[in-house]
């Protein structure tokens, strides 16, 4: 099929798929992730960054259930998200990554991504996000993953570019992020016949 031909998107599953990939696993959240997603709502950086919820508060011990069985059930077939774990210890999520916005009639999608503090400037969240984009292109047969990030944001820059993600422009004031200011972003973005 020549480049930017492409058939309709595979539908994403009901429930998540775990993904493989380097020294990492990718794999459902669980209800015993409800600690690691409370300590991730109270971290300076995620709730900067990536807060977990719209006011950047910290969460109860229900909520993260809630946002950990929220984040399981794919049955919309808008997204799909995973906990990061290492192989060696597949049961200690160390962070998160998705596939989100997943658009079937324009094939594509956006990604984002978080690393507990203890697992951050290891490598971990490009090789996460580059086992997302895997799937999105494998998976679901889309053809464009794009990521958008506050230019402050320096470390979420240096993640997109790991991943074979493009710096393609600048959105300016574009998203409000946890700190209630409208931040501008960086756009990346990877296209499949980029990884071919």
Known sequence: MPPGVYDRPMPVRAEAEQVEFADLVLRAWLPADAGAIMRAADDPLIRLWNPLTPDASSLSLEAALAWCDLRADWSEGNHASWAIALAETPGEAIGSVSLFHIDEDQACCEGGYWLAEGSRGSGVAGR????????????????????????????????????????????????????GRFHDEHCHAVLVEDLS
Not at 128 to 134: G, I, T
Not at 136 to 162: G, M, P, Q, W, Y
Request: net charge positive; charged share 30%; proline share 0%.
């Open 128 to 179: 996460a996000l580059k086992a997302a984009v895997r799937y999105a292109f494998d998976r679901l047969a889309l053809h464009r993953v794009e990521i958008f990030h506050s230019v402050e944001n320096v470390a979420s820059c240096k993640t997109a570019e790991r991943a074979s993600l493009r710096l393609e422009g600048l959105h300016r004031q574009s998203h409000r992020y946890g700190d």
